[in-house]
T-cell receptor, first 115, second 113 residues
Framework: EAGVVQSPRYKIIEKKQPVAFWCNPISGHNTLYWYRQNLGQGPELLIRYENEEAVDDSQLPKDRFSAERLKGVDSTLKIQPAELGDSAVYLC?????????????FGPGTRLTVL | AQTVTQSQPEMSVQEAETVTLSCTYDTSENNYYLFWYKQPPSRQMILVIRQEAYKQQNATENRFSVNFQKAAKSFSLKISDSQLGDTAMYFCAFTEGAQKLVFGQGTRLTINP
């Protein structure tokens, strides 16, 4: 069974440029999460999707970050414009539906460097 | 708000030794789940072990076991017969269900040959 796929693995951009990250969850997993992991810290949730609906985006900086999950499968996270403080690893995870589906499966992440 | 605290930023042991990583958490909920994730330099988060709060028996997975103390809100990970491949960042995490995981700050574990 294929795991969570993310691309690109690395991205280097200059500040004020836009950037986008892509995630393909495990087949059949309807819940998708985007986390940001700053250097030396644990991941923090940015947004959670149940199918196409963003059910928790309270930690997403909406002035510059946006996300979408068209058709309830793949998801894209965008930053525009990027700032120096956005340098981090962006992790995507997925899980099955339901209260018992507590285990989240993570992708390899995208390391973003903003210069 | 739920919080997870890992008080050991770094640990280092010799190969084949046993090591215990500490984790405490704070929640007002009675039903929840606790996890230990391993993150090697490749950045892939790998689930090591999970514990359901309603289960009194401590979870074990081969060389990995936990000491879950619900009243004390403590959830430590013991790695027996440590191996070089165990070198990684270890994160303790908490969730109430199919919602967000709340992670601790991590413990960098180094296994020396």
């Amino acid at each position: 069974e294929a795991g969570v796929v993310q691309s690109p693995r690395y991205k280097i951009i200059e500040k004020k440029q836009p950037v986008a990250f892509w995630c393909n969850p495990i087949s059949g997993h309807n819940t998708l999460y985007w986390y940001r992991q700053n250097l030396g810290q644990g991941p923090e949730l940015l947004i959670r999707y149940e199918n196409e609906e963003a059910v928790d985006d309270s930690q997403l900086p909406k002035d510059r970050f946006s996300a979408e999950r068209l058709k309830g499968v793949d998801s894209t996270l965008k930053i525009q414009p990027a700032e120096l403080g956005d340098s981090a690893v962006y992790l995507c995870a997925s899980s099955l539906d339901g209260a018992l589906a507590v285990e989240q499966f993570f992708g390899p992440g995208t390391r973003l460097t903003v210069l | 708000a739920q919080t997870v605290t890992q008080s050991q930023p770094e640990m280092s042991v010799q190969e084949a030794e046993t090591v215990t990583l500490s984790c405490t958490y704070d929640t007002s909920e009675n039903n929840y789940y606790l996890f230990w994730y391993k993150q090697p330099p490749s950045r892939q988060m790998i689930l090591v072990i999970r514990q359901e709060a309603y289960k009194q028996q401590n979870a074990t997975e081969n060389r990995f076991s936990v000491n879950f103390q619900k009243a004390a809100k403590s959830f430590s990970l013991k790695i027996s017969d440590s191996q070089l491949g165990d070198t990684a960042m270890y994160f303790c995490a908490f969730t109430e269900g199919a919602q967000k995981l709340v992670f601790g700050q991590g413990t960098r574990l180094t296994i020396n040959p």
